[in-house]
């Protein structure tokens, strides 16, 4: 779990990644790079849930998606300090995309995870 969401935090702070994946010069590459943020996070989530249920954390899907939440938040102030200028309304775009993949993220644990008798 901790070297995935390194390796996406570290990925989030690439403008070289960012130019990749999703180019500026296309119209919608904002809507794109949000699309690849929830992947993103989704995957994260999962994670997290997993290590979550492995060390008998709280199951309610509502831990997942704050702990998601709150790390796309830190995503954000480091690329604050990076010199992102997006302001405070694109930071709370990413965060609530960041929520819908601890969302995601949790759902697909569940699905996938039999549950103990």
């Given at each position: 779990?901790?070297?995935?969401?390194?390796?996406?935090?570290?990925?989030?702070?690439?403008?070289?990644?960012?130019?990749?994946?999703?180019?500026?010069?296309l119209?919608?590459?904002?809507a794109?790079?949000?699309?690849?943020?929830?992947?993103?996070?989704?995957?994260?989530?999962?994670?997290?849930?997993?290590?979550?249920?492995?060390?008998?954390?709280?199951?309610?899907?509502?831990?997942?998606?704050?702990?998601?939440?709150?790390?796309?938040?830190?995503?954000?102030?480091?690329?604050?300090?990076?010199?992102?200028?997006?302001?405070?309304?694109?930071?709370?775009?990413?965060?609530?995309?960041?929520?819908?993949?601890?969302?995601?993220?949790?759902?697909?644990?569940?699905?996938?995870?039999?549950?103990?008798?």
């Open positions: 779990m901790c070297g995935l969401a390194i390796v996406f935090f570290a990925l989030a702070l690439s403008t070289t990644v960012y130019e990749m994946t999703s180019p500026s010069a119209f919608w590459h904002v794109l790079r949000k699309v690849y943020s929830i992947a993103a996070f989704s995957l994260v989530g999962y994670a997290a849930r997993r290590a979550f249920d492995e060390h008998a954390i709280s199951r309610s899907p509502l831990v997942t998606i704050l702990a998601v939440a709150a790390y796309s938040g830190l995503i954000e102030v480091a690329q604050a300090l990076e010199g992102s200028q997006e302001g405070l309304a694109w930071n709370t775009i990413d965060v609530v995309c960041g929520a819908i993949g601890g969302l995601i993220g949790n759902a697909i644990v569940r699905r996938t995870t039999p549950t103990p008798r």
